[in-house]
């Protein structure tokens, strides 16, 4: 399949996403895929036609200034059209008093920054969406629909079908924003690799999570 029908069957597929799983979330992690399946949602002319599709993301509070400026740069672009969600202050608080000094810290911290986060949105909606096959609860993202389990929801992929090579040229093309810790980091050039688990590269939460899909 060519790259531009590609295109076409993932505006066709997001507008039947928009139409008949309202509400339905888009899990922004700043990978290149993310960042893809937002230009396609915010700059198409018809974008009215994904109007039911809301993009989100977690801001764990262990997130790189990068991270932050890349934010910015979405909302010049396209205008403030992702919802940022934090962890629990009080939880947070009762979390660094109980577990610092722990060697699961991380582990730990990855459950209360962000999956229980992540919980509390996707319980407004109907599905989501995610496009980054490393994020660490999505091991079946290589297929554009699949059930998830722990949250009890469609989950779908519309870049399933894209190459590694697709997703750079697009971006490339469009001129999209590039999460710097990934352009910059060693071995990482061209890494389509998800900005929003870049910060924690040992990945101390990742056997945790994956236990939420089946």
């Known amino acids: 399949m060519r790259a531009v029908e590609k295109l ?3 505006k ?6 928009s139409r008949d799983f309202a509400p339905i979330a888009l899990f922004q992690s700043f990978s290149q895929e993310d960042m893809v399946l937002a230009d396609v949602i915010y700059a198409d002319l018809v974008h009215r036609e994904y109007a039911n599709i809301n993009m989100f993301t977690i801001d764990t509070g262990k997130l790189p200034e990068e991270h932050h400026r890349l934010l910015d740069q979405i ?7 992702i919802k940022v969600y934090y962890p629990s202050t009080a939880e ?3 979390f660094d008093a109980r577990f610092t000094a722990r060697r699961d810290y991380g582990e730990r911290s990855n459950e209360v920054r962000l999956l229980k986060p992540l919980q509390r949105v996707l319980s407004k909606y109907n599905a989501w969406i995610i496009s980054s096959p490393i994020l ?13 389990h722990h949250y009890q929801i469609p989950r ?17 093309h469009h001129d999209l924003p590039v ?36």
């Open 136 to 148: 660490p609860y999505s091991l079946n993202a290589s297929s554009w629909i699949s059930w998830d």
């Open 8 to 10: 076409l069957t993932t």
């Open 179 to 214: 999460h710097g810790y990934l352009v910059n980091a060693p071995g990482k050039s061209q890494s389509t690799q998800s900005g929003l688990w870049w910060w924690q590269a040992d990945a101390a939460g990742i056997p945790a999570a994956r236990q939420h899909i089946a």
């Open 92 to 94: 947070l608080e009762q």
């Open 12 to 17: 066709r597929l997001l507008t039947h996403l």
């Open 156 to 172: 779908f992929n519309p870049l399933s079908r894209w190459t590694k090579d697709e997703i750079l040229s697009y971006s490339k």
């Open 75 to 81: 909302r010049e672009r396209y205008g403030d059209v």
